[in-house]
T-cell receptor, first 113, second 112 residues
């Protein structure tokens, strides 16, 4: 049973560029959430997708956008990268309809120079 | 913003000792969860306790929840070097869908 997978593992980008991160949820899960974790901090919720729509959004600017595909996989896009966007980006999957545990992927380490 | 804070920020103990971490939060919750993170990688779910529960056990883990004080504690008994990691509490608060709001984390180091 495959867990949550994310790609790429590491990424280096320059300020002003755009980046796309990818996530495949755990088998059987239909909901994907994205979190940003700055160094030394706890993860912060970016947004959540279910049935290909954004259902909840955290306090992040519109530069952060996402998408969910019919197979439940998801992408996180960040435009006009800032140095402060450097972080570990975590994807988590779960089943909709319940306030239950989420299963996290290994994350994508984004460095903006 | 973070939901709450964890205490202590860092903890160093000897193998075989017990480790206790505390978490405080700010608003009414549906449930509280504890996660472990090794070396800045993905988080592993440890245990979930619902707002109407006071204590829960899973193997060497014991979690308590005091909703009147808006606090929780995680006890790891008979710690092992492999328990070395960062531990985070995360809340799902009432009316907040099922998004997780994380605390600041406790870095646990278990020495041989």
């Amino acid at each position: 049973d495959a867990g949550v997978t994310q790609s790429p593992t590491h990424l280096i980008k320059t300020r002003g560029q755009q980046v796309t991160l990818r996530c495949s949820p755990k088998s059987g899960h239909d909901t994907v959430s994205w979190y940003q974790q700055a160094l030394g901090q706890g993860p912060q919720f970016i947004f959540q997708y279910y049935e290909e729509e954004e259902r909840q959004r955290g306090n992040f600017p519109d530069r952060f956008s996402g998408h969910q595909f019919p197979n439940y996989s998801s992408e996180l896009n960040v435009n006009a990268l800032l140095l402060g966007d450097s972080a570990l980006y975590l994807c988590a999957s779960s089943l909709a309809g319940g306030k239950v545990e989420q299963y996290f992927g290994p994350g994508t380490r984004l460095t903006v120079t | 913003s973070q939901q709450g804070e964890e205490d202590p920020q860092a903890l160093s103990i000897q193998e075989g000792e017990n480790a206790t971490m505390n978490c405080s939060y700010k608003t009414s919750i549906n449930n509280l969860q504890w996660y472990r993170q090794n070396s800045g990688r993905g988080l592993v779910h440890l245990i979930l306790i619902r707002s109407n529960e006071r204590e829960k056990h899973s193997g060497r883990l014991r979690v308590t929840l005091d909703t009147s004080k808006k606090s929780s504690s995680l006890l790891i008994t008979a710690s092992r070097a492999a328990d070395t990691a960062s531990y985070f509490c995360a809340t799902v608060y009432t009316g907040g869908g099922n998004k997780l709001t994380f605390g600041t984390g406790t870095q646990l180091k278990v020495e041989l």
